[in-house]
């Protein structure tokens, strides 16, 4: 059974910084591009970043580039976030993705609250 646990958001203060954690299991990791979306009440959810299974090239969208960082650890599984000077509208419930051919798996999400 996969599984995609996403830990380490909480709230923060505009300007400060959050590691975003998410851990696969189940699932031949290496294999798999990993994604961060983003989502907000009444909102579609969103891609934040991706960073490819071997290269690893990386995308960003154009609202987090130069403040967010998508790193991953094939050996532990692991993938993170690493999100910077980060603002209120960075607020919304945060999705771990693996995607590899017609397989696609998300997590639970995690709520990250930017506010002073």
């Known amino acids: 059974q996969v599984q995609l646990v996403e830990s380490g958001g909480g709230l923060v203060q505009p300007g400060g910084s959050l590691r975003l954690s998410c851990a696969a299991s189940?699932?031949?990791?290496?294999?798999?591009?990993m994604s961060w979306f983003r989502q907000t009440p009444g909102k579609e959810r969103e891609m934040v970043a991706m960073?490819?299974?071997?290269?690893?090239?990386?995308f960003y969208a154009d609202f987090v580039k130069g403040r967010f960082t998508i790193s991953r650890d094939n050996d532990k599984r692991m993938v993170y976030l690493q999100m910077n000077s980060l603002k209120p509208e960075d607020t919304a419930v945060y999705f771990c993705?693996?995607?590899?051919?017609?397989?696609?798996?998300w997590g639970q999400g995690t709520q990250v609250t930017v506010s002073s």
């Open positions: 189940g699932l031949t990791f290496s294999l798999y591009a």
């Open positions: 993705n693996a995607m590899w051919n017609s397989k696609d798996y």
């Open positions: 960073i490819a299974n071997t290269d690893p090239s990386t």
